[in-house]
């Protein structure tokens, strides 16, 4: 049974950082896209950072451009563990965040495309 769990989110003060961590279980994912989406009251759920791997195995990030500068996504294979390193974190980033998996290494930022969701952890940034 394939299940992701996050944890990290809380409180912060606008320019803080917080460090979200996603544990899989079920599958390693080794060979496939993962990301972190977020979803604030009353709007669409929204791609945040994702990485696939590409030739050679090497895995490679990328970011909506809101986050781009502010947020660095890894992964630890040897923990089945993916991170989100937030910084100057602003209060418009205030949302429940998801870690989410694809079926493959695809670059992908529809949150359509990934089958398999972790159940959320609130990030609230305070002005």
């Known amino acids: 049974q394939v299940q992701l769990v996050e944890s990290g989110g809380g409180l912060v003060q606008a320019g803080g950082s917080l460090r979200l961590g996603c544990v899989f279980s079920?599958?390693?994912?080794?060979?496939?896209?993962m990301g972190w989406f977020r979803q604030a009251p009353g709007k669409e759920r929204e791609f945040v950072a994702a990485l696939s791997r590409g030739g050679g195995g090497v895995y490679y990030g990328y970011y909506s451009d809101s986050v781009k500068g502010r947020f660095t996504i890894s992964r630890a294979n040897a923990i089945n563990t993916m991170y989100l390193q937030m910084n100057s974190l602003k209060p418009e980033d205030t949302a429940v965040y998801y870690c989410?998996?694809?079926?493959?290494?695809?670059?992908?930022?529809?949150?359509?495309?990934?089958?398999?969701w972790g159940q959320g952890t609130q990030v609230t940034v305070s002005s």
């Open positions: 079920g599958s390693t994912f080794v060979s496939s896209t």
């Open positions: 989410a998996a694809a079926s493959d290494a695809r670059r992908v930022t529809e949150h359509t495309e990934f089958g398999y």
